[in-house]
Antibody, heavy 119, light 108 residues
């Protein structure tokens, strides 16, 4: 069964770039007709879709993040990555990677990585 | 973007009861692309339902989804102790995909 694991710095300074990696084990991170997603959840709050990449390579981003997001896949390493630039305290959240059949529709999730934006 | 409003915000019920959770969209959800997630404390969300009414793999049949257009429901036929959690609806028919604010189902 596919397992996903997020990793990256737990603390990022304001105005810097948040970078996270999601590593898959037990299967391929990239499969036909599947989406790879990043979703986040501020502490004590609800879920927000950040963006997705389809197996074809097409990417889809939430316009609310105003062009600050880049999502990419490295199939040789079986990894998905997220970069979020110019972060502020409002970007403090648990970041999840997830795989499934639709944008933000995912039946395989990582455990989540808490990223705090603070100086 | 489509705004999803879930009700009630909190639902207090007892094991064995039959709760119904509601999700209303500000616009028609294209193709009834509406999903439901369950999230227990400290855990990642778990996909329950997609396409408004199709159970995800491994989801018990006590969970059922229904609805179309702008109004959707999630019903749990008989509450088990592990069902007390927060439930989110998600629309993925229009970009950007958006989540509801959640309904907390807690033990009475």
């Amino acid at each position: 069964q596919l397992q996903l694991q997020e990793s990256g710095p737990g603390l990022v300074k304001p105005s810097e770039t948040l970078s996270l990696t999601c590593t898959a084990s037990g299967g391929s991170i990239r499969s036909s007709n599947y989406y790879l997603n990043w979703i986040r959840q501020p502490p004590g709050k609800g879920l927000e879709w950040i963006g997705s990449v389809y197996y074809s390579g097409n990417t889809y981003y939430n316009p609310s993040l105003k062009g600050r997001v880049t999502i990419s896949v490295d199939t040789s390493k079986n990894q998905l990555s997220l970069k979020l630039s110019s972060v502020t305290a409002a970007d403090t959240a648990v970041y999840y990677c997830a795989k499934g059949g639709g944008i933000a529709v995912a039946d395989s999730w990582g455990q989540g990585a808490l990223v705090t934006v603070s100086s | 973007e489509i705004v999803l409003t879930q009700s009630p915000g909190t639902l207090s019920m007892s094991p064995g009861e039959r709760p119904t959770l509601f999700c209303r969209a500000s616009q028609t959800v294209s193709n009834n692309f509406l999903a439901w997630y369950q999230q227990r404390p400290g855990q990642a969300p778990r996909l329950l339902i997609y396409g408004a009414s199709t159970r995800a793999t491994g989801i018990p049949d006590r969970f059922s989804g229904s609805g179309s257009g702008t109004d959707f429901t999630l019903t749990i036929s008989r509450l088990e102790p592990e069902d007390f959690a927060v439930y989110y609806c998600l629309q993925y028919g229009s970009s950007p995909s958006t989540f509801g604010q959640g309904t907390k189902l807690d033990i009475k």
